[in-house]
């Protein structure tokens, strides 16, 4: 496990940038000793169909956080939209 949600949000730092870019932000947090969970919410300028479905996104975070030394299983990582979305 990392230290803290500074270090998860370190590790999807790339992550959260496309995720800017069609106005969203992106807060990952520690649930537990084990579990991520990955709180996108809606900017005003948000692109409603630009989100993946959510087991694609956390299939994206696994990868992103293994790479960054943090072993967390895909199913292990909880993907929290904002209400509405299509994506979920």
Do not use: F, K
């Amino acid at each position: 496990m990392a230290d803290s949600g500074e270090d998860l949000n370190n590790a999807l730092a790339g992550m959260a940038q496309g995720l800017e870019a069609d106005g969203y932000t992106l807060d990952a947090s520690w649930v537990g000793d084990s579990s991520v969970r990955l709180q996108v919410g809606a900017t005003a300028d948000a692109c409603e169909d630009c989100l993946v479905p959510q087991h694609v996104m956390s299939r994206m975070a696994a990868s992103l956080l293994g790479q960054a030394g943090v072993s967390v299983e895909e199913t292990q990582i909880e993907v929290v939209y904002p209400d509405g979305s299509l994506a979920g």
